[in-house]
């Protein structure tokens, strides 16, 4: 499903739907209790329902820019074996929906991935004859080089083989670069180092003619994570680390300009940040 569009200056963002649910974000983020949630009054109704139920989104956004358009994450993609069942062999638009939007999949320059966790690399790649090949065969991809160096040396993980079937089929067609977390993509968008969800986790700023906004990526995974940043998510590596990182990450942005897309936040997806008594919510 084609989202939302953003303009921040020259750069148009526009928002690519696999999933939005209810339900699902408390194995996420297990301190976030409905009682408590409902507690939080300001994230009703569009990023929790009456009973406190939190809603959630896996999406891909594309940051259409003066000299290059790039897809920040590529969710779960098509065809993939997943032990989650509500991500295993998805059969959905995706592709689609970008032309859609206008952005064919040889359109793309650059694909960022914040980082390489399973619901942000699937559409890295796609089955073609039964062989996993580069989804956007005309792009370059942007792997974060302490986030590749970790995740590869620490195997296929839980979820399934993403590894073999979306992360090393880019590499092995020397589709990629390795990157810093705080490198410069091109003049409008850079990366701010937010580790703690993984060793290597960046989030991307995108500044054009005097605005602002970032993607978060996963350094928070919902907006109930700003009224308290020290919920966890589960699938933090450190955990101390990833609460020093919101912390901090919320002390620059809130009363700032800059408009907040959080990675896995339902419809409508951004807001501005601003501080509620010892706290922050999100203003949208």
């Given at each position: 499903?084609v989202g939302?569009?953003?303009?921040?200056?020259?750069?148009?963002?526009?928002?690519?739907?696999?999933?939005?649910a209810?339900g699902?974000?408390s194995r996420?983020?297990?301190?976030?209790k409905?009682?408590?949630?409902?507690?939080i009054e300001?994230?009703?109704?569009?990023?929790?329902?009456?009973e406190?139920r939190?809603r959630?989104?896996i999406h891909?956004?594309?940051?259409d820019?003066?000299?290059?358009n790039?897809?920040?994450?590529t969710?779960?993609g098509n065809?993939?074996?997943r032990?989650v069942p509500a991500?295993?062999?998805l059969?959905?638009?995706?592709?689609?929906?970008?032309?859609e939007?206008?952005?064919p999949r040889?359109?793309i320059?650059n694909?960022?991935c914040?980082?390489?966790?399973?619901?942000h690399?699937?559409?890295?790649t796609?089955?073609?004859?039964?062989k996993?090949?580069?989804?956007?065969?005309?792009?370059?991809?942007?792997y974060?080089?302490t986030?590749?160096?970790h995740w590869?040396?620490e195997?296929?993980g839980?979820y399934g083989?993403?590894?073999?079937?979306?992360?090393m089929?880019?590499?092995?067609?020397?589709?990629?670069?390795?990157?810093?977390q705080?490198?410069q993509?091109?003049p409008?968008i850079?990366?701010?180092?937010?580790?703690?969800?993984t060793?290597?986790?960046?989030?991307?700023m995108?500044?054009?003619?005097g605005?602002s906004?970032?993607?978060?990526?996963?350094?928070?995974h919902?907006p109930?994570?700003?009224?308290?940043?020290?919920?966890?998510s589960?699938?933090d590596?450190?955990?101390?680390?990833?609460?020093?990182t919101?912390?901090?990450?919320?002390?620059?942005?809130?009363?700032?300009?800059t408009?907040v897309?959080g990675?896995?936040?339902?419809?409508?997806t951004a807001?501005?940040l601003?501080k509620?008594?010892?706290?922050y919510?999100?203003?949208v």
């Open positions: 499903m939302e569009v953003w303009q921040i200056g020259d750069v148009k963002i526009t928002r690519i739907v696999e999933i939005e209810t699902g974000m996420i983020i297990p301190d976030a409905r009682e408590l949630v409902r507690e300001w994230l009703y109704p569009h990023f929790s329902d009456e406190g939190m959630g989104a891909a956004l594309i940051v820019t003066p000299d290059r790039i897809v920040v994450d969710c779960i065809d993939k074996e032990a991500w295993n062999n059969q959905t638009s995706f592709l689609s929906d970008f032309a939007a206008g952005y040889e359109s320059d694909v960022m914040t980082h390489l966790h399973v619901d690399v699937g559409w890295n796609m089955l073609v004859d039964g996993w090949v580069p989804t956007f065969e005309n792009a370059r991809y942007l974060g080089e986030e590749f160096e590869r040396g195997g296929e839980d083989p993403l590894l073999a079937d979306s992360i089929p880019v590499f092995d067609a020397g589709l990629v670069d390795l990157v810093q705080d490198q993509i091109c409008e850079r990366l701010v180092p937010t580790p703690g969800h060793p290597g986790h960046a989030s991307v995108i500044e054009s003619k605005e906004a970032l993607i978060t990526g996963d350094f928070l919902h109930c994570q700003f009224a308290h940043p020290e919920w966890s589960s699938p590596v450190d955990r101390p680390q990833a609460i020093a919101r912390r901090a990450m919320y002390e620059k942005l809130a009363g700032s300009p408009l897309i990675t896995h936040f339902a419809t409508p807001g501005h601003v509620d008594g010892d706290t919510r999100l203003d």
